[in-house]
């Protein structure tokens, strides 16, 4: 079965600090995923996803087939970068059947 | 573009009644799947539909149902309603069915039961 993990209901940082947002998952396929945001009041997004192996905002995230990991990274947080994360899952080569972690609550201090 | 278009914003049930929600998603896009999000369980996948037709369930009850027009417009219905089934419902739009195609989320329908 499909699943996605993200140890940390909260992180809290400063501004200026390194962040790094986990997530692991389980599958047995060969796995798409992703990195979802919502900022207050705001609709849930796409931040970015490792097929694309782009830098939004500064984020990265590497896929790590052997740790099945999918961290997401960023050296410098910023206030704005304050927000609930997910990380998903989208199977790939069968059913698709969108798997979300149950998110990461990013709060970055002045 | 417009972005994705769910209606009604809040509704307020009692048990046992049934309620359905609609999403209107992106111009042009032909998948829309419906999610759960409780403070609880997170986010979790309920259905998608493709071209009208169902490709993928997710692990809910036969209460939880919809459905896709030839506009691409789906419509979420949940029959006999539980006070478990108070939940903010999001539905997400795509252009295609590729695994690796990102999602555009509506705002949300929250959803109380009483």
């Known amino acids: 079965a499909q699943r996605v993990t993200q140890p940390e209901k909260l992180l809290s940082v400063f501004k200026g600090a390194p962040v790094e947002l986990k997530c692991n998952y389980s599958?047995?396929?060969?796995?798409?995923l992703f990195w979802y945001v919502q900022y207050s009041r705001q609709r849930l997004q796409l931040l970015l996803r490792?097929?694309s192996r782009e830098s939004i905002k500064g984020f990265t995230a590497d896929l790590n087939k052997g740790e099945t990991s999918f961290h997401l990274k960023k050296p410098f947080a910023q206030e704005e970068d304050s927000a609930m994360y997910y990380c998903?899952?989208?199977?790939?080569?069968?059913?698709?059947?969108?798997?979300f972690g149950r998110g990461t609550s990013l709060i970055v201090h002045p | 573009k417009a972005g994705v278009t769910q209606t009604p914003r809040y509704l307020i049930k009692t048990r046992g009644q049934q309620v359905t929600l609609s999403c209107s998603p992106i111009?042009?896009?032909?998948?829309v799947s419906w999610y759960q999000q409780t403070p609880g369980q997170g986010l979790q996948f309920l259905f998608e539909?493709?071209?009208?037709?169902?490709?993928n369930k997710g692990n809910f009850p036969g209460r939880f149902s919809g459905r896709q027009f030839s506009n691409s417009r789906s419509e979420m219905n949940v029959s006999t309603l539980e006070l478990g089934d108070s939940a903010l419902y999001l539905c997400?739009?795509?252009?295609?069915?590729?695994?690796?195609?990102?999602?555009?989320f509506g705002s949300g329908t929250q959803l109380s039961v009483l």
């Open positions: 539909y493709f071209s009208e037709t169902q490709r």
């Open positions: 998903a899952l989208g199977a790939s080569g069968g059913s698709y059947i969108p798997t």
């Open positions: 111009s042009g896009h032909r998948s």
């Open positions: 490792h097929i």
């Open positions: 599958y047995s396929g060969s796995p798409e």
């Open positions: 997400a739009s795509r252009q295609g069915a590729s695994t690796n195609e990102k999602l555009f």
